[in-house]
C-alpha cells in the first residue's frame, strides 16, 4: 500500500524514543535494520492514517506509551512507519531507517514522499 505525505518538522522526541533502551532493543529485534536515532515526520491525510492495518505492536513503557509498527520502503530502503500511542501529531507518520532520510535523500519541509507499507 503505497501513501504519500508531505516532510515535516517534528518536535525532536523521536531521537528520545528510538535511543531509549527498550523500544531499540524491541525495533532491532522486529527489523532488519539497527534504527538510526531519529525519525523522518511526513504529514498524511487522514484517510491514509485509517487505511494502516495489522501493525506490529509494541508494549509500552515508561513516558513513551505503546507504539504500532509497520515494515515499509522508501525505494528500495527497508524503513519502518512507527505511530505512536502518546503522539501531538493525528495525521503524521514517523519514520525510520538505518540511515538518516533527510540526508539521504535530501529531503527538506514541504518535500513530497510515497512510502511503500507492506501489508
Do not use: W
Not at 535511543?19 to 522486529?30: F, G, I
Not at 513516558?63 to 528500495?76: L, P, R
Not at 512507527?82 to 495525521?91: A, C, F, G, I
Request: some cysteine; overall charge positive.
Amino acid at each position: 500500500m503505497a501513501i504519500k505525505g508531505t516532510v515535516c518538522s517534528g518536535f525532536g522526541r523521536g531521537k528520545e524514543f528510538i535511543q531509549n533502551e527498550y523500544y531499540n532493543k524491541m525495533l532491532k529485534e522486529l527489523l532488519s535494520f539497527i534504527p538510526y536515532h531519529g525519525t523522518l515526520n511526513i504529514k498524511v491525510s487522514s484517510n491514509s492514517m485509517k487505511r494502516l492495518r495489522k501493525p506490529i505492536k509494541i508494549e509500552g513503557k515508561g513516558k513513551f506509551g505503546g507504539v504500532d509498527v509497520y515494515k515499509a520502503k522508501i525505494g528500495k530502503i527497508d524503513v519502518a512507519v512507527l505511530v505512536p500511542e502518546k503522539t501531538s501529531h493525528d495525521d503524521t507518520l514517523e519514520i525510520i531507517a538505518p540511515m538518516n532520510l533527510r540526508e539521504k535523500f535530501k529531503l527538506k519541509d514541504g518535500d513530497s514522499l510515497e512510502i511503500d507499507i507492506k501489508e
